[in-house]
């Protein structure tokens, strides 16, 4: 008889659910940009009636996309890393470098989630550009990634299977 089915609890299950809906959140994001250049360059050039407002839309969307892709990539763990000379340690030393790596990613994304709520709600009342939004919807990008990196920093020392990389990331 084979042993029942593993079911994610409701950490695991609240971690899976921020990264869909980040990585979908991202992925929206970049058809967006793609849509409001397309048409950008069609009033610009074709109708020869350029649009105030897409330049700053397509910052503010990239600007989420770089933040929650962070996310995403984090809790996955393939970012883009050289650890060649780090391959090459013995395996002791290699968790140890994994271990002050978290603590480093712990302490910055902590900072980023105070720093950047701090500054996010400073800006709240200013506007700028073409649309006069304020310049926190952009802003927020920050302490939203770094509640999601701290969410699955957890994550990762409750669950030691999300320590390895999904995929092939070494070559």
Not at 58 to 66: G, P
Request: aromatic residues 12%; contains cysteine.
């Amino acid at each position: 008889m084979s042993p029942p089915p593993e079911r994610a609890g409701p950490f695991r299950a609240l971690c899976d659910a921020t990264e869909r809906m980040s990585a979908v959140a991202a992925g929206a994001c970049i058809a967006a940009i793609v849509v409001i250049t397309v048409v950008a360059v069609w009033y610009r050039y074709i109708l020869g009636a350029p649009l105030s407002w897409t330049e700053q839309v397509s910052r503010i969307l990239f600007v989420w996309v770089t933040f929650l892709g962070a996310a995403v990539l984090y809790r996955r763990m393939i970012h883009i890393v050289i650890d060649m000379m780090v391959m090459m340690l013995p395996a002791p030393l290699q968790r140890a470098i994994y271990w002050v790596n978290q603590a480093l990613i712990f302490v910055f994304a902590a900072m980023l989630l105070w720093y950047g709520g701090k500054l996010s709600i400073d800006n709240l009342a200013q506007t700028f550009g073409a649309l006069e939004i304020t310049p926190a919807s952009f802003y927020a990008a920050a302490p939203v990634s770094a509640a999601l990196i701290l969410l699955y920093w957890v994550e990762k020392i409750v669950d030691p299977s999300k320590r390895v990389p999904q995929g092939d990331v070494h070559l």
